[in-house]
């Protein structure tokens, strides 16, 4: 079998939103398509419904029991260990993909011969349909629509991605935020993006997923961590410069939540800790945001006027 789509579901205590996800995934209108579910040492009764599902869909599942957690990125590397498709996909485990989401999107991608294609899904918490894709940032990518994108941002589960862009590339394991530079570099080396205006996914925003947990610690250190890896993986790149005012707002958004995350009143940080985490977020932007940042058409048009207060507060320091 030729694997048209190859789908990686990263798995960690979803037992209550498990079934409903595979369900949906198991019945894709799409044939010839794989998919790579990577238990990550959950502790509940997920790795039991992936062993039905497994003996359910012997053709169509392969099945990864991780005894060591690496968190999302550390399954989704395993995963890609694994996937033979033309093109990846990546799901959630507590969100629904519609059963015609591949087949839409994949048939976008033939008909087109694009790198990716975004698809229409809807935010369960904002009870919003949401195409993070504008129809401008379409087609042949170039700088411009490029810094539209990584300035918009946006998820990995609504798109399929020609599996050659993962080409020596790697997540960030055991951290939240660890797709922040991946979606920038796929984005970097997308030559044609497509979109499909048709709902494909249903994102459920459930409390206990990874990127919700509130950890200030812990938040603080993806902040940084991600701030590093975004200048690491794309500040080195040939076509760097045509999105650098992008990459730094980018830069500044972690910035300004940094510094939230350090200066709210209940996240119980004691005052040194405060002022240290401060200290060191100031460090990071001197050191990754080159331009004026007050000249940013991003940072013009989405930060804030509080916010940019803040930051001439903190660096008047």
């Given amino acids: 079998m030729s694997v048209k789509v190859s789908v990686i579901v990263p798995v960690y205590n979803a037992e209550k939103t ?14 010839d ?18 062993l039905d599902c497994e003996r359910a ?3 169509k599942v392969i099945l990864i029991n991780s005894e060591h957690n690496s968190g999302p990125g550390g399954a989704r590397n395993i995963g890609l260990s694994y996937a033979s498709g033309e093109y ?11 059963t015609a989401m591949y087949e839409k999107l994949y048939q976008r991608a ?12 809807f935010n369960e918490e904002t009870d919003t349909l949401v195409l993070q894709t504008a129809d ?23 798109r399929i991605f020609r599996r050659e862009l993962f080409e020596g590339m790697t997540f960030r394991e055991n951290t939240i935020l660890e797709d922040m530079e991946t979606l920038m570099l796929l984005f970097m080396r997308t030559k044609r993006l497509g979109t499909v205006k048709e709902l494909v996914y249903k994102y459920c925003a459930s409390s206990g997923s990874a990127s919700k947990l509130s950890n200030p610690v812990r938040y603080h250190t993806a902040i940084r961590d991600a701030m ?10 040939e076509n760097y ?5 992008a990459i730094e707002y980018s830069m500044m958004h972690l910035y300004q939540c940094g510094l939230v995350n350090a200066l709210y009143p209940d996240s119980n940080l004691a005052p040194l800790q405060q002022d240290m985490y401060i200290k060191e977020l100031r460090e990071l932007r001197f050191r990754y945001v080159r331009r004026d940042y007050k000249k940013n058409p991003y940072i013009k048009q989405k930060i804030t006027k509080e916010n940019l207060a803040l930051f001439e507060e903190i660096e008047s320091y």
């Fill in 241 to 245: 410069a045509g999105v650098q005012n």
């Fill in 88 to 98: 990846i996909g990546f799901v959630d485990s507590d969100d629904i993909p519609d």
């Fill in 228 to 237: 590093t890896a975004i200048a690491d993986t794309i500040f080195p790149l």
């Fill in 18 to 31: 498990l079934a409903a996800c595979l369900g949906n995934l198991m019945h894709q209108t799409l044939p």
């Fill in 110 to 121: 033939i008909s087109g011969d694009y790198d990716m294609v975004d698809g229409l899904y």
């Fill in 57 to 59: 869909f012997p053709d």
């Fill in 136 to 158: 401008n940032c379409t087609g042949i990518l170039d700088a411009i629509k490029r810094s539209e994108l990584i300035a918009g941002g946006g998820y990995l589960w609504s």
């Fill in 33 to 50: 398509m794989e998919f790579i579910l990577v238990n990550d040492a959950s502790t509940d009764q997920s790795l039991s419904i992936l």
